[in-house]
């Protein structure tokens, strides 16, 4: 069996584990690519980008039609998630395997230690007439029951910060950002999860845009691989998001946060002998 | 239910105009998704029927369009791999029709600024 096919169906079991958790894809298809595939981490960062994009644009359309993704909170964070892309992506292509390799283990080791963390209880909501708050009002129909939710998004400065620091993330490592972007919007600037996680969503796809294209310049894009990892993290992305009702949260975190330390060990293995 | 960015409230909370029908955004990514899917699916397939897994240089657009005419993976991979890249600044540009002079559209404007600026560095490298 040829390594694109193998990658097609590793991609559709990472697409789908991914979605499962309620992670992007791309935290598990770059170790998975370099670690059990042998591909060079910096091809699969920019297959994983690849990847980021297509399930971003895919999921937006829908997202944007139902008015849940806050487009223009999310247009406003973009120019600095697309900036910290450019970045990010410049960082990337420049700097060497091995340090990326330590940096990808580092990333695993902290979102793992997230999961372990994760506060059962959601965050209170922000009231919208909240008068230090700032920002600006905006609202959307709870699908669940259909009644309109009001919000205010607030800190427009450390939500900026932050996305800055998410599209270096990204651009550098090949994964969403929304590790970074969701805990941003909902616990410092009062976005309720759902608008957070669709917005941030609606981000991805043009921030690992401005990245990819560095990446592609560079000459470290393989389309041939790249094509079938997009196309199998998005069919796995789909078909995780249709479990995930029927599967056990619980256990499924569990097996992230082993399958991730497995993986971060693998990493700084690789970091240290190249 | 579908209530699209009408839903949208200025700084103080008042709303803004109810826009109905601004579906170009979604559209365009909708477009793109398949388009970049069938590309994808059909370097997939070439590839599993055993056609040659040539490489060239992702910018050389002869070479691109000489591997698409074969037919070869390379040539559908690549294309699909530009359009993947190519949709989000086409769905920014739809945007900024959808929501001519409002902020919204100046906003998308700056990401477009930044996605050429990624470009031009892109090429000048």
């Keep these: 069996m040829s390594l694109v096919l193998i990658a097609f169906l590793v991609s559709i079991a990472a697409g789908g584990f991914g979605a499962l958790v309620g992670i992007g894809g791309g935290l598990i298809i770059v170790p998975v690519l370099t670690v059990l595939l042998d591909v060079p981490i910096k091809t699969a960062i920019a297959a994983s980008l690849i990847g980021v994009i297509a399930t971003s644009m895919s999921a937006s359309a829908h997202y944007l039609d139902s008015g849940i993704a806050d487009r223009r909170l999310g247009l406003l964070l973009l120019l600095a998630t697309a900036a910290g892309g450019i970045s990010g992506g410049l960082l990337g292509s420049l700097i060497d395997g091995r340090v990326l390799a330590l940096l990808f283990g580092s990333l695993l080791v902290f979102v793992a230690v997230q999961m372990i963390r994760q506060r059962a209880a959601a965050p209170a909501p922000v009231p919208h007439d909240d008068p230090e708050g700032g920002g600006f009002v905006s609202s959307y129909i709870e699908p669940s029951d259909g009644s309109e939710v009001r919000y205010r998004a607030r800190r427009m400065e450390a939500g900026a910060v932050a996305s800055f620091a998410a599209g270096n993330v990204s651009g550098l490592l090949g994964v969403g950002g929304g590790v970074i972007n969701v805990p941003t919007m909902n616990l410092a600037m009062g976005v309720p999860i759902r608008v957070a996680t669709t917005t941030s969503t609606f981000m991805l796809g043009p921030t690992a845009a401005a990245s990819a294209l560095l990446y592609f310049a560079a000459g470290v894009l393989d389309p041939v691989l790249a094509g079938p990892v997009a196309l199998g993290v998005f069919i796995g992305a789909r078909i995780g998001a249709r479990m995930s009702s029927r599967v056990s949260q619980g256990a499924l975190r569990i097996a992230f946060i082993g399958v991730a330390l497995v993986f971060a060990a693998q990493m700084f293995y690789r970091a240290a002998t190249g | ?125």
Excluded: K
Excluded at chain 2, 76 to 92: D, E, N, Q, Y
């Design chain 2, 1 to 125: 239910m579908s209530h699209g960015p009408g839903r949208d409230q200025g700084p103080t909370g008042e709303r803004g105009p109810v826009i109905t029908a601004t579906r170009g955004t979604s559209a365009v990514l909708t477009g793109g998704s398949l388009i970049s899917a069938f590309c994808f699916m059909l370097a997939l397939a070439l590839e599993v029927l055993g056609q040659p897994a040539t490489q060239g240089d992702v910018l050389d657009v002869a070479a691109v369009i000489r591997s698409l005419t074969v037919p070869e993976p390379w040539g559908w991979a690549t294309i699909g791999v530009v359009v993947v890249i190519v949709t989000p600044a086409v769905g920014l540009i739809a945007t900024m029709l959808e929501y001519r002079g409002r902020r919204e559209a100046w906003l998308a404007l700056g990401v477009l600024g930044i996605l050429a600026a990624s470009l031009g560095v892109a090429l000048l490298r």
